[in-house]
């Protein structure tokens, strides 16, 4: 049985956004974190048995207490391509943790895409998956197999995440911003921004509370956890140029000005793999099971992800690639 004061945690996927967060929110708060990335433990080798082999070395030289899975296969077109790799990922890999870790705390993120975007609502964790895309299918299969391995393990959907580390969104506008005069944003799928410190934060307090101990059984299952809030991509976009241009290091380097970013419908911007409308997630349960009368709007729970960003001007990491 775990301890009170059981603090290593075995974190996979630490190079992505959310990985690369939850390690540093983590080894801040005194935890012993071990990081594993893509160099230590490639999830799209095609040899399972090696894999295998390797994930249970791993395990049996941390001897985690608790595990977190922010590693996914997130190219959601280049899924429609790849469908194998992305359920060998996503949905293998979570089924295969079940199995092998029952003896920790197991954490897992999941997605908006595993819902259609069809309904009117946000969606809650009642609702019916039925995705879109392959990579919606994959991230639904993977919740499944791994609560089937391992009823007690926690599953958070997010959306729209956002972080310091690797690409995404914001960086992508703020760059386009510095390239263009024009400006076109799809305005007709909704969701809410998810900043990986923002949710870094959340998963820390709850395993400092101890509410995510399985021996407890607290907190398993599927939980939706966004900053409160709506927007959509075009509206997003523009606020992002706004508190851009609000910073002198950036003024003078963007080109495109609010008015110059256009709102476009989805049926003008074609993508390979269909994109949910409505990403819309409720979080009632996760505010009741945490305590938390309310959550962090999005524009405040973002400020410390886009500060971060645009701190030292547009050379800091538009040049990327």
């Not at 295969?96 to 993120?109: E, M």
């Not at 407890?216 to 976009?237: C, D, F, K």
């Not at 949910?276 to 009368?293: F, K």
Request: aromatic fraction near 8%; glycine fraction near 8%; proline fraction near 5%.
């Amino acid at each position: 049985m775990l301890s009170a004061g059981s603090k290593r945690v075995l974190l996979f996927g630490s190079k992505g956004q959310l990985g690369h967060q939850l390690g540093l929110t983590l080894t801040k708060a005194n935890w012993q974190v071990s990081a594993l990335s893509r160099d230590e433990l490639d999830l799209a080798n095609p040899d399972r048995k090696a894999l295998l082999s390797q994930l249970d070395r791993q395990l049996d030289i941390h001897q985690p207490d608790w595990i977190i899975n922010a590693a996914a296969y997130t190219a959601v077109d280049r899924a429609e391509q790849e469908p194998e790799v992305a359920m060998q990922v996503n949905a293998w890999f979570p089924s295969i943790l079940g199995q092998r870790t029952k003896g920790a705390g197991l954490i897992h993120f999941s997605t908006d895409y595993v819902f259609d975007g069809e309904l009117d609502r946000p969606y809650r964790e009642s609702d019916l998956p039925a995705p879109a895309n392959v990579y919606g299918m994959s991230k639904w299969r993977g919740e499944q197999a791994l609560l089937e391995a391992q009823a007690q393990a926690l599953v958070i959907r997010c959306s729209w995440v956002v972080g310091s580390q690797g690409q995404n969104f914001a960086k992508t506008m703020l760059r386009l911003a510095c390239e263009r005069e024009q400006l076109q944003v799809v305005s007709d799928q909704w969701g809410v921004p998810t900043p990986t410190s923002w949710l870094a934060d959340q998963v820390l307090s709850v395993l400092l509370n101890g509410a995510t101990d399985v021996h407890q059984h607290r907190l398993a299952g599927v939980y939706h956890v966004v900053p409160e809030g709506q927007t959509n991509w075009y509206a997003y976009a523009k606020y992002l140029i706004e508190q851009a241009l609000s910073r002198p290091n950036w003024a003078q380097a963007i080109r495109v000005k609010p008015e110059g970013v256009v709102a476009i419908s989805s049926s003008a911007y074609p993508v390979v793999a269909k994109r949910p409308q409505n990403s819309r997630l409720d979080c009632s349960g996760w505010r009741l099971a945490t305590g938390q009368s309310s959550l962090a709007d999005w524009q405040l729970a973002l400020a410390p992800v886009l500060d971060g960003m645009l701190e030292f001007g547009p050379g800091s990491f538009l040049q990327r690639p």
